[in-house]
């Protein structure tokens, strides 16, 4: 199994409507060959930002890189930039491969 995370930073004030772009967002991922579930994390408030993270569960490595590969992929953030404000930085990548 593999478990794909972004950790975002994001503008206090501006939570609710990150969360509104996650939870309103077309996605294709139910129909992806090897996605097994996704998550939205809110975590620590400071008085600078609030850290989010995106988590997505694959059967495989090679499953979530095909997805990083396909139109359904491209599809999926095609609108990514258009909210800019909000982010404070770009999002930061964490793979990992379940050991246990």
Known sequence: MYIAMN?????P??????????R???TNLGS????IGFHLLKGEKTDTFTT?????????????????????????HKDAGQSKDM????????GFEVVL
Request: net charge negative; aromatic share 22%.
């Open 87 to 94: 982010y404070l930085g770009h999002p930061v990548f964490e």
């Open 24 to 26: 309103n967002r077309e």
């Open 52 to 76: 989010f993270a995106s988590h997505s569960t694959w059967q495989s490595f090679n499953d979530f890189k095909s997805w990083t590969t396909s139109e359904a992929f491209r599809e999926s």
């Open 32 to 35: 992806v060959p090897g996605f």
């Open 13 to 22: 004030g501006r939570e609710l409507d990150f969360e509104a772009i996650w």
């Open 7 to 11: 950790r975002f930073k994001i503008t």
